[in-house]
């Protein structure tokens, strides 16, 4: 079965980093574009982009343009999202969640990213 | 960008129930909609696709319809499993949005 266990919670300062990563299973990895959706607490869900692992094509929100990087290894199955320039706001749950033919189906369990001085 | 609203922003339901909650677009957007439920500390489950399209392993009691950029999500009858927050997300178009979700709560 489609399994994206994701990596631990995150504390971070304001200016500083972070990487996200989204290891895949029980599906062709390389097969499948990778979205990646935040949700700050008690907030609606944000689209953020997508990243085709095998191409390494990728395409950014305009929000998040500039500051973050999305990318992938098929060797190891894993989807990585890294946002740089760290806010107080950029405080959320950030998801993977996998397509199939144009639709987002499964999603990983989420990571907190907290970001405070 | 292509905005999504939904109403009602709170539904107040009992088991057995019959509700519909209704997604609309800034724009027309085909039915390059999906609808997900979301329960506290978890991550959202696809329901429907393509505005009317049932995801594999979802019961029947959910339903979707519309196009262009009226949308509609209907439970038949709302079972304790149900009481969860639904959203919309448009992927007609760069960016993808979302809607604000509508919770629904006994």
């Known amino acids: 079965q489609v399994q994206l266990v994701q990596s631990g919670a995150e504390v971070k300062k304001p200016g500083a980093s972070v990487k996200v990563s989204c290891k895949a299973s029980?599906?062709?990895?390389?097969?499948?574009?990778m979205h990646w959706v935040r949700q700050a607490p008690g907030q609606g869900l944000e689209w953020m982009g997508w990243?085709?692992?095998?191409?390494?094509?990728?395409n950014y929100a305009p929000k998040f343009q500039g500051r973050v990087t999305m990318t992938g290894d098929t060797s190891i199955t894993t989807a990585y999202m890294e946002l740089n320039r760290l806010r107080s706001d950029d405080t959320a749950v950030y998801y993977c969640?996998?397509?199939?033919?144009?639709?987002?189906?499964?999603w990983g369990q989420g990571t907190l990213v907290s970001v405070s001085s | 960008d292509i905005q999504l609203t939904q109403s009602p922003s709170f539904l107040s339901a009992s088991v057995g129930d019959r509700v519909s909650i209704t997604c609309r677009a800034s724009q027309g957007i085909s039915t390059y909609l999906a609808w997900y439920q979301q329960k506290p500390g978890k991550a959202p489950k696809l329901l429907i696709y393509a505005a009317s399209t049932l995801e594999s392993g979802v019961p029947s009691r959910f339903s979707g319809s519309g196009s262009g950029t009226e949308f509609t999500l209907t439970i038949s009858s709302l079972q304790p499993e149900d009481f969860a927050t639904y959203c919309c997300l448009q992927l007609n178009s760069y960016p993808f949005t979302f809607g604000p979700g509508t919770k629904v709560d006994i």
């Open positions: 990243i085709n692992p095998n191409s390494g094509a990728t």
């Open positions: 029980g599906y062709t990895f390389s097969g499948y574009n």
């Open positions: 969640a996998k397509e199939r033919r144009g639709w987002v189906d499964y």
